[in-house]
T-cell receptor
């Protein structure tokens, strides 16, 4: 049973470009969470999605950031018009139920904005 | 809102030393409490958890006890190894909530 898969592992973008981060949860998991980790800081909750629905996006910046988890395919975190401050590690986690007994994390996507 | 606060790092210990990483929480109701570990270049892995007061979570020689009276969930290990070098995160899931909230993380380095 494959774990949570995130790709790409590393993503380099220039200021103003778009970044698309993908997350495939573990098989059977319909709940997905996105977190951002800035250097030497903890994980900050961004958004919680269940298949086709955004349940809680209280941690997501109001502009430029969006997330989706379609019926088929991976969850996507999209950052439009990236700025240097968006450089961070973005982690996806999944669980089979809510509330989760625990979260299973992917290896993350390191976004670097030049 | 509900949150956790953990001791700042970094922490540097010699092999076989005793480890304590402090974590306290603020919550309404009874959250579930967790310790996660992050090795270099990897995602977080669950280390241990406790879901109610006085529960003790344990794994790989690490232990933490859910203390309601002191709102704490301190991580301990009697004898650390070089392979324990990692970043450790305290976390909680608030009662009747779905998202997990993390502390800032504590970097542990164990020297031979």
């Amino acid at each position: 049973n494959a774990g949570v898969m995130q790709n790409p592992r590393h993503l380099v973008r220039r200021r103003g470009q778009e970044a698309r981060l993908r997350c495939s949860p573990m098989k059977g998991h319909s709940h997905v969470y996105w977190y951002r980790q800035l250097p030497e800081e903890g994980l900050k909750f961004m958004v919680y999605l269940q298949k086709e629905n955004i349940i809680d996006e209280s941690g997501m910046p109001k502009e430029r950031f969006s997330a989706e988890f379609p019926k088929e395919g991976p969850s996507i975190l999209r950052i439009q018009q990236v700025v240097r401050g968006d450089s961070a590690a973005y982690f996806c986690a999944s669980s089979p139920r809510a509330p989760p007994e625990k979260l299973f994390f992917g290896s993350g996507t390191q976004l670097s904005v030049l | 809102g509900d949150s956790v606060t953990q001791m700042e790092g970094p922490v540097t210990l010699s092999e076989e030393a005793f480890l304590t990483i402090n974590c306290t929480y603020t919550a309404t109701g009874y959250p579930s409490l967790f310790w996660y570990v992050q090795y270099p270049g990897e995602g977080l892995q669950l280390l241990l958890k406790a879901t109610k007061a006085d529960d003790k979570g344990s794994n790989k020689g690490f232990e933490a006890t859910y203390r309601k009276e002191t709102t704490s969930f301190h991580l301990e290990k009697g004898s650390v190894q070089v392979s324990d070098s990692a970043v450790y995160f305290c976390a909680l899931i608030p009662y009747n909530n779905n998202d997990m909230r993390f502390g800032a993380g504590t970097r542990l380095t164990v020297k031979p």
